[in-house]
């Protein structure tokens, strides 16, 4: 291989892996104190009144706790069972 075409492969091999690595770290699982649940694919900054947890992504609740998956698409947290936009 001549030196370009190997500097083009090591420069697409280092993006690939970084796309890679960006999307699993952004990913997480966010839980308020009414125990509710839901994943995220982004890291949002939630206010503390909001009362949220952000957990990593292979977070699992204990078979103790009392939470349920509610999932919802867009940015926004679940407070009393509604969908809160921001």
């Not at 125990?35 to 699992?60: D, F, Q, S």
């Amino acid at each position: 291989m001549n030196k370009l075409t190997k500097l083009a492969a090591t420069a697409l091999l280092g993006l690939t892996g970084a796309a890679l690595i960006s999307t699993a770290a952004s990913a997480a699982v966010v839980c308020n104190a009414e125990g509710a649940c839901w994943h995220t694919k982004r890291a949002y900054t939630y206010r503390p009144e909001y009362g949220i947890t952000v957990h990593p992504n292979k977070w699992a609740w204990g078979e103790r706790d009392h939470y349920q998956w509610r999932e919802h698409a867009g940015r926004g947290y679940w407070r009393n069972g509604v969908w809160m936009r921001f």
